[in-house]
């Protein structure tokens, strides 16, 4: 096994949990680091003992296989596809690109330079949402109906020191926190195939709460309470909400309705947590044994297993392919809002290959 050589672009916020897991990934070798903070980028590679290379450099440096693109959503695309004209493979984070548009060529230039493109949610593949799928394809409540998702929080700009990108295109409750609950229904249920909604924007003003930033008025671009029906290809149903305007709520998280009983889903946004069902015989809850997914996972995981997937010559699993169809979703549900209209979904795929409990990505 050889391992994929990792240049990382954007260290910011998120880095620090993927630096956390990919010492304990032996099929991935952190190689580089650079950011368009360079004294950052210094900084970091010097905790990280790696090389701090400009962006330029780390493009165009032949030790370097795939770059990790922790970039903010604006960048991603752009990001991304010069990683793929420098001939490296490349792994974001979400969402894929700001909308289909400007990811279709992103994944057209992999495609032509036989490249991979992966993206987060990573999530999916740990013990949480695995066990959920495991539960619902077993039968264990009987024949699926619906799924029914609310996220909602008071906005990023309470904890993020730098919480600007959430509030333009790219970001919203929708792009940021979609791609978590949209890529684990897919995971569920398999592809969306028609979408509607309804998005607004509150009067709300935001100002930065934590950090150098404190105190500074943010822009608002996007809509911050959305509200979708989507359908999908099996005729299944998701209702969702996602919301940057909520103070508090009791709403659930995550749960799917079944002929025999109901699942509650752990939070997408992790890798672990219970899976819980209550069935018709005594409409209790109770808690499933984890018997899928990666156990002890965190950020990283989806590349190594796109590192071996390129190895191996198999899918890998955190596909640009779901991120587009997700992406797609997102986007739908934005200009169904706007038309009041359905939206049809353009793209489809297959439900990725299921996590077997006990493995690992740099083995499976
Ligand atoms: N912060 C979180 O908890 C979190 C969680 C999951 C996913 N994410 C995702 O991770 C991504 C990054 O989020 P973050 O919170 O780390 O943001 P951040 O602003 O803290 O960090 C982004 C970094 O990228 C650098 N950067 C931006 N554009 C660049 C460019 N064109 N070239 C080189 N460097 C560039 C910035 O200088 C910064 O250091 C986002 O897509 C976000 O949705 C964040």
């Not at 790219?170 to 569920?188: F, N, R």
Request: charged letters at 20%; hydrophobic letters at 45%.
């Amino acid at each position: 096994m050889s391992a994929l050589r990792i240049g990382v672009i954007g260290v910011g916020n998120i880095s620090t949990q993927y630096f956390a897991h990919i010492p304990n990934l032996p099929n991935l070798e952190l190689v580089a680091v650079a950011d368009m903070n360079e004294e950052r980028a210094r900084e970091v590679a010097a905790e990280q003992g790696v090389r701090a290379l400009t962006v330029d450099e780390l493009l165009a440096d032949a030790g370097i296989d795939a770059v990790l693109n922790l970039t903010i959503p604006q960048a991603h695309a752009a990001i991304g596809i010069r990683a793929l004209q420098s001939g490296k493979h490349v792994y974001g984070e979400k969402p894929l690109a700001l909308d289909p548009a400007e990811a279709e060529p992103l994944l057209a230039l992999a495609e032509q330079k036989g490249l991979r493109v992966g993206s987060a949610p990573d999530t999916v593949l740990g013990t949480g949402i695995q066990t959920a799928r495991k539960t619902l394809d077993d039968g264990t409540i009987g024949r699926p109906i619906a799924a029914a998702i609310h996220w909602s929080a008071p906005g990023h700009e309470l904890w993020h020191p730098a919480p600007a990108f959430y509030y333009q295109p790219g970001g919203g409750p929708l792009l940021d926190m979609g791609p978590y609950y949209l890529t684990s229904i897919v995971t569920l249920f398999g592809p969306i195939a028609r979408v509607s909604g309804v998005a607004t924007t509150s009067s709300r003003e935001r100002r930065v709460a934590t950090g150098p930033l404190a105190g500074t008025a943010i822009p608002v671009d996007v809509a911050t309470h959305v509200s979708a029906l989507l359908e999908h290809e099996n005729g299944l149903t998701t209702t969702l909400t996602v919301s940057f305007d909520v103070w508090k709520s009791r709403a659930p998280l995550f749960e799917v309705f079944g002929t025999e009983g109901t699942m509650a889903v752990p939070d997408p946004n992790r890798f672990d947590g219970d899976v819980e069902i209550a069935l018709a015989a005594t409409r209790e809850w109770e808690t499933v044994p984890v018997s899928a997914g990666w156990a002890d996972s965190g950020r990283g995981f989806g590349l190594a297993d796109m590192a071996r997937a390129i190895e191996t010559d198999r899918p890998h699993r955190a596909s640009g392919a779901m991120a587009f169809h997700v992406l797609e979703v997102m986007d739908g549900i934005l200009r169904a809002a706007a038309d009041h209209s359905v939206v049809e979904i353009g793209s489809t795929l297959e439900r990725p290959e299921a996590v077997p409990l006990d493995s690992t990505p740099a083995t499976w």
